[in-house]
């Protein structure tokens, strides 16, 4: 990528993760005719340093790229094309997400208006190798817009000499009405592998799908919550306990999530009750605060009160600045540095910064456009996952670091059934190399409860839960006889 000049450095205190790579390059800008210039934002140094781009390709709200460990550019998407280091379309890279809007003049030229419609997971099996999921809108009889698909592709950055080439493209992963963009992913427990998860339209519904070195492994579609369609922008906080998803139509809600077993819980709905329109959330550095844009307004909330609810506080109100459009409150994103930066529901050549986000209420101290842009934004921040996650060291999930065999031969495709059980719960399973095997059941402690035989010439044993003595959330584990640990799944108790 040829940069021309340097323009801005704006002085800030760094996080521990900068210097990491793989998000450490934000990519934006929109423009007619597009050689009219484009924005990189370089966290690599501890500072941002917003350099200018002669690049062809536009970038409009979804975006998703990756660096290397030294904060090189490997790739980028804007939905419509997969582009190498040098700005050029991949081979197969063009033609992304087929559907009705896909292949309109607008959309091919200045790429997806969809914020998290793209994002980018390391193949947890192959280090060369790289998975983009992604989506596009169609629009249904009734005339509802919505994505129909959400599909994947695979990128070999050994080929090409080094620049990459798309060697899998627009593989359907679902086949349903799915909420458009939301696509995130966060870090198993185990520091490995990946759970991706992607909100259904007309249903409170989430498909969540395990990457592995296995592949993909759709391992729940999870009911849980009242909200029913609608876009919006859905985050996960920095240590992935958290999930929160935000829209106008169905205001916040705020969820647990268990990053050994990929399952939401605790729903916590929080009313808006304000009459705008935009979208955006984000988590602070530390996960205590989050942040919510409402077009004239953005809100925090204070995720260790008592009552989440009563937490709100009106952090700043737009304060009726044009550059040259309204810049209102929209999508935001938590940068390498520290600080929240939040777009514009305009095209415009500013961004907003929350300067100190874990501080409360007024003293995180929103400094409203304080990011100058050399061209326009079409209000995009990248769909970037928390890369640097680790494992929860000493979990009894961390398979990878806690006595378990460290291969995983192949998935046992293990489901309890029913899941919360009672007095007993159907194991379902399937061995695939002809080799017995044993389910092991642990509380959160990490203390064997129950233990029992399975054969691999049957694919279902009940199990009587005798042992378990009390409610609550339990891990099933299961091996074969080699020693290799191949499936686990939460089990609840009532």
Excluded at 169 to 193: E, F, P, Q, V, W
Aim: charged share 15%.
């Amino acid at each position: 990528m040829r940069l021309i000049t340097s323009l801005i450095v704006i002085i800030i205190t760094p996080l521990a993760c900068f210097g990491q790579g793989r998000n450490n390059l934000w990519m934006m800008g929109y423009s007619t005719p597009p050689t009219n210039g484009k924005i990189n934002i370089d966290f690599t140094s501890g500072v941002p340093l917003i350099n200018t781009s002669s690049r062809d390709i536009n970038i409009n709200i979804d975006f998703a790229n990756i660096t290397d460990d030294n904060g090189d550019l490997l790739f980028y998407t804007n939905g419509a094309i997969v582009a190498n280091k040098l700005d050029s379309v991949m081979p197969n890279g063009d033609s992304l997400s087929p559907a009705t809007y896909t292949f309109s003049g607008a959309w091919q030229y200045y790429g997806f208006p969809i914020p998290q419609a793209s994002l980018i997971i390391p193949d947890p099996g192959d280090s060369s190798k790289y998975y983009l999921f992604h989506s596009s809108v169609d629009v249904l009889s009734n005339g509802t817009q919505t994505p129909l698909h959400l599909y994947y592709s695979k990128i070999d950055m050994m080929a090409a000499n080094g620049l990459g080439d798309v060697i899998s493209k627009n593989n359907i992963l679902i086949s349903d009405t799915l909420a458009g963009g939301n696509i995130l992913a966060c870090k198993h427990a185990n520091g490995r592998d990946w759970w991706v998860i992607v909100p259904e339209f007309s249903h409170p519904s989430y498909f969540i799908y395990l990457i592995s070195p296995l592949g993909i492994q759709l391992t729940n579609k999870q009911t849980i919550g009242q909200r029913l369609g609608a876009d919006g922008q859905s985050k996960f906080n920095q240590n992935g306990t958290k999930y929160a998803r935000y829209d106008t139509s169905n205001d916040l809600d705020v969820f647990d999530f268990d990053r050994c077993a990929g399952i939401l819980s605790n729903n916590i709905h929080v009313p808006i009750n304000d009459s705008m329109v935009g979208l955006g959330v984000a988590f602070s550095p530390d996960g205590s605060k989050l942040y919510v844009s409402s077009l004239d307004y953005l809100y925090q909330f204070d995720l260790n009160a008592t009552n989440i609810l009563t937490s709100k506080t009106t952090v700043a109100t737009w304060d009726s600045t044009y550059a040259p459009f309204a810049t209102t409150f929209y999508c935001q994103q938590l940068a390498p540095d520290g600080k929240i930066y939040v777009a514009t529901t305009s095209t415009n050549n500013v961004m907003h910064i929350i300067d100190s986000p874990d501080s409360l209420g007024l003293a995180c101290n929103v400094i409203q456009h304080g990011l100058q842009l050399p061209v326009l934004n079409a209000g995009t921040v990248p769909n970037h996952p928390n890369y640097h996650l680790g494992p929860v060291v000493g979990s009894i999930c961390d398979s990878l670091t806690v006595g378990i065999t460290e291969n995983i031969v192949q998935s046992a495709n293990l489901h309890l059934n029913p899941n919360p059980a009672s007095k007993q719960v159907w194991v379902n399973y399937s061995f695939p190399n002809n080799k017995d095997g044993w389910l092991e059941i642990y509380n959160t402690m990490g203390k064997l409860l129950t233990k029992r035989r399975l054969y691999w010439s049957t694919t279902q044993l009940l199990v009587y839960l005798n042992e378990i003595k009390s409610n609550g959330v339990f891990i099933a584990k299961v091996f074969d006889d080699s020693g290799m640990f191949v499936s686990v799944e939460k089990l609840v108790v009532r």
